[in-house]
């Protein structure tokens, strides 16, 4: 069975295509994976962290903004996450907060950016971890 811990391993792709540009070998088309000196073809970066008994916690970070959301893990093993399965949250605006002393998860006037980066989020987690884990079951 795998492990949430195998849902990262999904990011280890993108080591392969840097080589090969730091080595000055062209790509080979179809391989996954993006270099990861070049410019970026994601929205943002993505984590997972905290894995404990009963839950699990994600992060989605951009240059200027950081969410961090919590999930039981039951809902991980019964496939698609939904936005109120979240249990606990974190916000920060990296541009004014780069020590992450204040979460602005709760705060109003975050609410837009902070909802954007939720579905963003979602939409990683169900699109490509989930359905991965699901697979090897």
């Given amino acids: 069975m795998k492990t949430l811990h195998h849902l990262v391993a999904d990011k280890l792709k993108d080591i392969f295509p840097t080589i090969l540009e730091g080595a000055g070998i062209p790509s080979i088309n179809g391989k996954p994976g993006e270099n990861l000196l070049g410019p970026s073809l994601r929205k943002a970066g993505f984590c997972e962290f905290n894995d404990q ?3 699990v916690s994600f ?33 920060y605006d990296l541009k004014t907060d780069a020590r992450e002393w204040t979460n602005l998860y709760g705060r109003a006037e975050w609410r837009a950016d902070r909802e954007r980066m939720r579905v963003e989020l979602l939409a990683h987690l169900n699109g490509v971890a989930l359905k991965k884990a699901n697979r090897s079951k």
């Fill in 53 to 55: 008994a009963a839950h």
């Fill in 59 to 91: 992060m989605w970070r951009t240059r200027e903004r950081k969410l961090i959301l919590t999930f039981p893990k039951e809902n991980l093993r019964n496939g698609e996450l939904k936005l109120g399965d979240a249990t606990a949250g974190e916000f």
